[in-house]
């Protein structure tokens, strides 16, 4: 634009001696004035220009976001959905196998003794026994005797639905008892193996706390963001945002 001025000047100044004879000093000025109005109209068009280009640029921006952040709400709720198919098959599997195996044991022959060396660890009798002694335990404060018991059922009933719970409550209990270290590793395996199970965010809390306290702060806070992330609507969630605000 400073370009335009300069060249339109230069014309002013070159027509106006070379006109002399034909227009007063009045007529020249005012043409100068006219031309020069001109140039302010044409830099201000020109700045509107440029501000409404740098507006179109800015919108395609945001809008190339908004597509970016689609595409990864669209995964997460992919994998949310695939996660509760899997829950919802593990849980009718199991309800299925529970009713055939209590109809099996309904129809057990009268007075068929049931020893202990022998049973058949599959039995969902003595895995939800087991189960219930050691929450028992947990609820009682017992932490020695909740923590043989957690681990006992864990080596016990590997393939047990209360998987996730066991590990859940075995990793508080090792947290009651100073262990964040073990209670971390628990917790780990829980998130790993169970992402989708219903105390997978509370467990991802307690794993962010063991880490604070095991001086991983930076690890400590990117699991609250984890966590926050992928279990949005929880208490747990509300909670780790109440520990980064209080960073």
Known sequence: MLKLRALILLVCCVAVPAHAGLFSDDEAHKQIQELQARVLKLEALEDTIKQQTKSILDLQGQLDQLKTDMRILRGQN?????????????????????????????????????????????DPVPENRAYEAAYGFVKAGNNASALKALQDFLQKFPASVQVPNVLYWLGETQYALKDSKSAAVTYEKLLSGYAYAPKAADAMLSLAICQADLKLKATSQKTLKQLIAKYPNTPAADKARKLIAAK
């Open 78 to 122: 992919e994998e949310l959905a695939h996660g509760l198919q899997d829950a919802e098959k593990r849980e009718k599997d199991f309800y299925v196998d529970l009713d055939t195996r209590v109809r099996r044991f309904e129809s057990a022959a009268p007075g068929a003794t049931d020893v202990a060396a022998g049973s058949d660890p599959s």
